[in-house]
């Protein structure tokens, strides 16, 4: 059992915190460690790490992936990219127009026009085809006239959810690190990282490396596991992160992505290998973090995956300590929302 907590509508972020008058790094941080609960602000992160910690971060750029869509019985909807498979078709999500959930009755050979006189062919139920009605993702064929990328823009945006007040740029969704794109959401816990708090880590003697995960779409049910997702750990990363390992230091994930990279490549021992590919690896009681041991995360909702995830590195007790404090100070959810870091090892 993850933790548990209600979120109630109001600590919703539901704009960028620039637009609430704030800069990307002025957003609250809970750190949460074995000595207690602390609040600050995310610009203050460098100073709770120390020298020969690790961070990873990812390169993923959010790409704009929401698009128009009208299904043959002429019901609006918004078709969601979710991911590029190898075969050539799409993992696709098709929400109703209003942002109130899946469509819930599409099936296996319909056609759904996009904007652009485009189309989408529903050919199979993603990732389970046997799920014939009623599922929330779609394996489709595109009839699109020149590349997705393309396609996506000039008629994608980013995609949004009921929460959000009024429209954001591509801009908007990038985190610093942002060079490849391919996610379909921002990997939104690097959000409020700037170019002067890369430096604060490396002048503080931490050290930054890179993996690549591209995200799908977020908008899981509850009890849904995480879908299968491209990542990538280079050769470098893969070194720093064991050499950081040997020397008793830190790997602190920067989000819920680069876990979930760097622990498909993870051996027993904890040490890592580079690799890239599909990975569908659930973290949570039954395959707790190895080579993570430190993790930066927004705020993620009842019975979300995403909580066993933090919990396979963190433990269960600070999680739910960490969430217990987040909603009693009011912290804002979702992705331009506030930020933890959790910290289950002291450090050196």
């Known amino acids: 059992m993850t933790a548990t907590f209600t979120v109630p509508t109001e600590l919703s972020a539901t704009e960028p915190p620039e637009s609430r008058g704030f800069a990307r790094d002025e957003v609250r941080l809970l750190v949460a460690n074995p000595d207690g609960i602390r609040h600050t602000r995310f610009r203050e992160i460098a100073s709770f790490l120390d020298p020969g910690d690790l961070v990873v971060v990812n390169t993923s750029a959010t790409i704009p992936a929401a698009v128009d869509g009208i299904r043959a019985c002429d019901e609006q909807i918004v078709v969601h990219f979710s991911s590029p498979l190898d075969d050539g078709a799409w993992a696709v999500e098709l929400r109703l127009a209003d942002g109130s959930g899946p469509v819930p009755d599409a099936i296996v050979g319909e056609t759904v026009y996009l904007e652009g006189c485009e189309s989408a062919l529903l050919v199979a139920p993603y990732p389970d085809a046997r799920a014939l009605l009623g599922s929330r993702l779609w394996r489709a064929r595109l009839s699109i006239d020149g590349s997705v990328p393309g396609y996506l823009a000039l008629h994608g945006r980013p995609i949004t959810y009921g929460y959000l007040r009024g429209t954001w740029p591509l801009a908007d969704y990038q985190t610093i690190f942002a060079r490849d794109p391919g996610s379909a959401e921002m990997p939104s816990a690097a959000r409020p990282f700037t170019d002067k708090l890369v430096t604060d880590l490396v002048v503080r003697g931490l050290a930054v490396a890179p993996i690549t995960l591209h995200a799908g779409v977020s908008s899981l049910d509850a009890g849904e596991v995480p879908l299968p997702e491209r990542f990538s750990v280079p050769e470098t990363t893969a070194r720093l992160v064991n050499f950081t390992r040997k020397n008793g230091r830190r790997v602190i ?96």
């Open 253 to 348: 994930a920067l989000g819920t992505t680069v876990a979930r990279a760097l622990e498909s490549v993870a051996r027993a021992d904890g040490t890592v290998t580079s690799g890239r590919g599909w990975t569908d690896l659930v973290l949570g009681p039954d395959r707790p973090a190895r080579a993570v041991t430190g993790l930066v995360t927004g705020w993620h909702t009842p019975e979300s995956s995403h909580l066993a995830l933090l919990e396979a590195v963190a433990g269960r007790q600070l999680v739910q300590e960490a969430y217990d404090a987040a909603l009693e100070a009011g912290y804002l959810w979702h992705e331009f929302g506030d930020s933890c870091l959790l910290l289950p090892n002291k450090g050196q």
